[in-house]
């Protein structure tokens, strides 16, 4: 089984910022593309930005160039750097990795994973 944790939420005001981090724990042979996706309440969830293994990044255009993503592969890790935060930005954060693992078979298997997620406030 593989886990994914999510910290650095909080509440903000506009214009701050605020620090997101994603740690994978588990049964991990290899996580592939990482990425982080919020959801606001009576919305569905969007994305926000992902990132590969090699460090190849895409972003929701509501937040290119104010958020970035980056990512730790030795720590199995994903970060999301917030900045010029809106009221518009708030949401509940969520985690979300491509991960192969070994079943009990011994198959390889891929399969992608979320975190219980994390709330960002921004206040106006």
């Known amino acids: 089984q593989v886990q994914l944790v999510e910290s650095g939420g909080g509440l903000v005001q506009a214009g701050g910022s605020l620090r997101l981090s994603c740690a994978a724990s588990?049964?991990?042979?290899?996580?592939?593309?990482m990425g982080w996706y919020r959801q606001a309440p009576g919305k569905q969830r969007e994305l926000v930005a992902t990132i590969t293994r090699g460090g190849t990044t895409n972003y929701a255009d509501v937040v290119k160039g104010r958020f970035t993503i980056s990512r730790d592969n030795a720590k199995n890790t994903v970060y999301l750097q917030m900045n010029s935060l809106k009221p518009e930005d708030t949401a509940v954060y969520y985690c979300?990795?491509?991960?192969?693992?070994?079943?009990?078979?011994?198959?390889?298997?891929?399969?992608?994973?979320w975190g219980p997620g994390t709330q960002v406030t921004v206040s106006s």
């Open positions: 979300n990795a491509e991960v192969d693992v070994f079943l009990a078979t011994g198959r390889l298997s891929r399969d992608y994973y």
């Open positions: 588990g049964s991990i042979i290899r996580i592939n593309a």
